[in-house]
C-alpha cells in the first residue's frame, strides 16, 4: 500500500525492483528474486487483479513485455501492478474510437527494458504515457523518462498518485479518484494525439 517504495529501493545500488502485474508473474518474480547477488524487491499489490499470463509465459530480469501491440498504435502506454489491467482496459474502450494502443508490462524497473520501451515509444510516434500506483517522484515515470532521455522526439506523460491519500475505499475507486483509472488514461491518450497534432 506504500506510494514511495518504488523510489527507496532503486536509489539501493545493486537492488533489483520487480514490480509483477498479476499471479504468474508474482510467482516468477519470487523465484528470480531468490538467485541473483545482491538485494531484490518485489512490488505485490492487494486488490485482486485478473491473471494476465499463462502459466508458461517467459519472465526475465531487465525484459518487459509488450503485451498488445499492432502496426498501428498511435500511443504507448506502460503500466505495472494495478494499472496494468487499467492500461488494457483503455486500450479496449478507445480501440472503439479508431485509436490503438501499444500497452507495455516492465516486469522491473531496475533494470529497466530502455530497448523496448524506446522501440515502441518510436513506432508510436515518441508519445509514452506512463501509469503508476506511486508518486510521481522516481516511480515508473521517471524512470522511463531517463530511460529515454538521449532520444529524440519522445515525449513522456505520466500519470501518478499526487499528494498524501487521505480516504479510504474500494480498489477502483481509488485508482479514478488519483487519476490513474482507464479513464484518465483515455483522457490522457486523447490530450497526447491532440497536442502532437498541433
Known amino acids: 500500500m506504500a506510494l514511495e ?14 514490480y509483477p502485474s498479476d499471479a504468474v508473474s508474482t510467482e516468477r518474480s519470487v523465484c528470480l528474486a531468490a538467485n541473483p547477488k545482491g538485494m531484490c ?8 487483479t485478473a491473471v494476465i499470463y499463462i502459466p508458461q509465459e517467459n519472465f526475465e530480469m531487465g525484459r518487459a513485455t509488450v503485451i498488445r501491440h499492432s502496426v498501428n498504435d498511435n500511443v504507448t502506454v506502460i503500466g505495472a501492478g ?18 490503438s494502443l501499444c500497452v507495455i508490462d516492465p516486469f522491473t ?13 518510436k513506432a508510436t510516434g515518441g508519445r ?7 508518486y510521481r517522484e522516481a516511480g515508473i515515470g521517471e524512470a522511463v523518462c531517463a ?5 529524440p522526439g519522445i515525449h513522456v506523460h505520466q500519470l501518478a498518485v499526487s499528494g498524501v491519500p487521505k480516504k479510504s475505499g474500494k480498489p477502483s475507486e481509488l485508482l479514478d479518484m488519483f ?3 482507464a479513464r484518465h488514461i ?3 491518450v486523447k490530450s497526447t494525439l491532440m497536442n502532437s497534432n498541433s
Do not use: Y
Open 82 to 99: 494495478v494499472t496494468l489491467p487499467e492500461a488494457l482496459a483503455a486500450a479496449d474502450a478507445i480501440s472503439q474510437q479508431g485509436i
Open 179 to 181: 487519476g490513474i483509472s
Open 128 to 134: 509514452v504515457i506512463t501509469v503508476e500506483n506511486h
Open 147 to 151: 530511460a529515454v532521455s538521449g532520444e
Open 5 to 18: 517504495d518504488l523510489d527507496m529501493f532503486q536509489s539501493i545500488p545493486s537492488c533489483t525492483v520487480f
Open 109 to 121: 524497473i531496475k533494470p529497466l527494458d530502455a530497448a523496448t520501451i524506446i522501440s515502441s515509444a
Open 186 to 188: 483515455i483522457a490522457a
Open 41 to 48: 524487491f518485489v512490488r505485490t499489490s492487494w486488490p485482486e
